[in-house]
């Protein structure tokens, strides 16, 4: 990590930062998780200046990833009885439209990541534990 940035863990829903603070602002699998995407969408648009970049990294509906999840889900915990949005919405170029094309000149490109962990176990870890119980967090970085 370079030495110059610096990371902060917020609120994606309702962001510290003044107005247009960013040229540029990316989620690499994090906005996905809100519990209200229309606000996040507002502070993704709020927070990047005129004519700045939005890169968002998502899950696809219909992905191997969805398909794990649906392998898993006998094992998991039951859902809240308000759960949050499914994360593989931000996945939908529609859905993404319906949020940002307001404020952004969208292009979508598919591609593929590689998730490397230690073991099975940390896998479960992440996916049953952390992803379940951070859903409106979101780092943010200022270079």
């Given at each position: 990590m370079a030495?110059?940035?610096?990371?902060?863990?917020?609120?994606?829903?309702?962001?510290?930062f003044p107005d247009q603070s960013f040229d540029c602002v990316t989620s690499t699998f994090?906005?996905?998780?809100?519990?209200?995407?229309?606000?996040?969408?507002?502070?993704?648009?709020?927070v990047t200046r005129k004519g700045g970049?939005?890169?968002?990294?998502?899950?696809?509906?219909?992905?191997?990833?969805?398909?794990?999840?649906?392998?898993?889900r006998p094992y998991m915990p039951p859902p809240p009885d308000n759960p949050p949005p499914s994360p593989f919405a931000w996945g939908r170029?529609?859905?993404?439209?319906?949020?940002?094309?307001?404020?952004?000149?969208?292009?979508?490109?598919?591609g593929a990541t590689?998730?490397?962990?230690?073991s099975g176990q940390t896998v479960w870890d992440i996916c049953c534990n952390r992803l379940w119980s951070n859903q409106d967090a979101g780092c943010f970085a200022r270079t």
């Open positions: 030495p110059e940035i610096d990371f902060k863990v917020g609120d994606a829903e309702a962001l510290e994090g906005v996905m998780f809100v519990s209200r995407p229309e606000a996040a969408a507002a502070e993704l648009a709020r970049r939005l890169g968002l990294v998502t899950w696809l509906p219909g992905s191997a990833v969805e398909e794990l999840f649906q392998t898993m170029e529609d859905r993404v439209r319906e949020l940002l094309s307001d404020e952004f000149d969208l292009a979508f490109e598919r590689v998730l490397r962990m230690p």
